[in-house]
Nanobody, 113 residues
Framework: QVQLVESGGGLVQPGGSLNLSCAASTYIYNIYFMGWYRQASGKRELVGWITSDGRTEYGDDVEGRFTISRDNAKDTVDLQMNSLRPEDTAVYYC????????WGQGTQVTVST
C-alpha cells in the first residue's frame, strides 16, 4: 500500500506564501490522479489535482493563487500557495487514486496575524 507524507505546513501571515510537499512511498508516474484537499471543519474540500500527463484542476476558492506540480522522478507532488487568506486555514491532505483512494496524514496551515 502506498503511503503519502505531507510537509511544509505552518503559520503564515495573510498575503504570504507557503509550499507544501507530498512524498509518495512508490513510483507516481503511473498514478493518474494526485492532488490536495483541505479540511477546516466538517467537509473535506478539493484544493486541486494534477494528472500524470500534467493536466490540472483547482477549486474555485484557490484558482489563480495556488499551483500544483508533480515531479515523477522524485515521486513528489507540491502545492505552491500564494496570496494566502485567513480562510485558507485548514489541514491540508495529499491524495492519490492508487488502487483506491489513499490519503496522507495531513499538515496544518494557519493564516493569521
Amino acid at each position: 500500500q502506498v503511503q503519502l507524507v505531507e510537509s511544509g505546513g505552518g503559520l503564515v501571515q495573510p498575503g504570504g506564501s507557503l509550499n507544501l510537499s507530498c512524498a509518495a512511498s512508490t513510483y507516481i508516474y503511473n498514478i493518474y490522479f494526485m492532488g490536495w484537499y483541505r479540511q477546516a471543519s466538517g467537509k473535506r474540500e478539493l484544493v486541486g489535482w494534477i494528472t500524470s500527463d500534467g493536466r490540472t484542476e483547482y477549486g474555485d476558492d484557490v484558482e489563480g493563487r495556488f499551483t500544483i506540480s508533480r515531479d515523477n522522478a522524485k515521486d513528489t507532488v507540491d502545492l505552491q500557495m500564494n496570496s494566502l487568506r485567513p480562510e485558507d486555514t485548514a489541514v491540508y491532505y495529499c491524495y492519490a487514486n492508487y488502487q483506491g483512494p489513499v490519503w496522507g496524514q495531513g499538515t496544518q496551515v494557519t493564516v493569521s496575524t
